[in-house]
């Protein structure tokens, strides 16, 4: 099994304008412009890149305007592309039926059996919403069927807002893991969202269950953890030795390297932060 990919080729498809250069954009820069749409990408395609926090590495090819799919065999930005998004714009009918009329049509062609190919809506921030959740949902599993192939929905994205926007790019990259037997890897940017105690317990057995399924981490030493510790017990794991909690941790951006909270942490991460709980014990009977 392939445990130590990091790099991923990706492609974004769709009719023009629906906003696929503005959602690269806004992953690999973090920023957005409304004036005018991205002309520049005159060529045969661009690519745009981003190396994320944990080391992940993503290669997004733009599809240029006018672009003919019948050049995806050939281009050299095309190949080893792992995965493939099409993108609709929620406000633009046709952008959606466009998606079966002729993306899907075409990409066929050239897709092998497990490639994913994930729809995904953009401009969610516009209150004008012609295609529903559900009818993209209906879409994504009429075109499965009807090619054979692995196509989900992803849901809606607002590149102008930034919302679902790491996470549509993090799925994709998950979606090609998962087919390579690698564990899911985690947006640090979404742990800001967890709210409660609860959640971050989750959110880390979660990641603790994909590390220790992972052989790349065998060599980590075992924890000791159960499954049912609380958060405090959890990152005073974490911050006693360089152990595979604190790998967790670090992956999930709530921590340093040296085991002290980062500032980025979620907040029940801060609150329990183990600096400050000077010993396991003494938290606890404080409980
Ligand atoms: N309201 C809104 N407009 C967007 C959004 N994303 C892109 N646009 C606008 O849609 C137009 C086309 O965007 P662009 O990224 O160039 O689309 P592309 O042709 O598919 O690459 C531009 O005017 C963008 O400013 C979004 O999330 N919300
Ligand atoms: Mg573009």
Redesign the pocket.
Known sequence: MLHNITSYRIALL??????????A?RHCKGT???????FA?AGVGDFHAVTHDNGIKLQIV?QA?GHKLARISSDYQYRNTMAYVI?FDQSNRESFERIGSYWMENLNYYLKENTPVIIVA?????SKKVVSNEEAENLASYLSEKYSKNVTYFGR?????NVNVSSLFYSVVNSIRELMGCSPIYSTINQAKLETEGDCIVFFNKAHQGKRDDQFFQCFRSTELTGSETLAEILKHAAKENNRSRKVCVDLGWMNEDGTITKDAPQPVKDNDPSKISSLATYLLKK
Do not use: H, M, Q, W
Request: hydrophobic share 25%.
């Open positions: 769709g009719d023009p304008e629906v906003g696929k250069t503005s959602l954009i957005f412009t409304n004036t005018e749409s991205f990408t733009d305007t993108a953009t401009k969610s921030d516009l994205t607002s590149a102008k807002n």
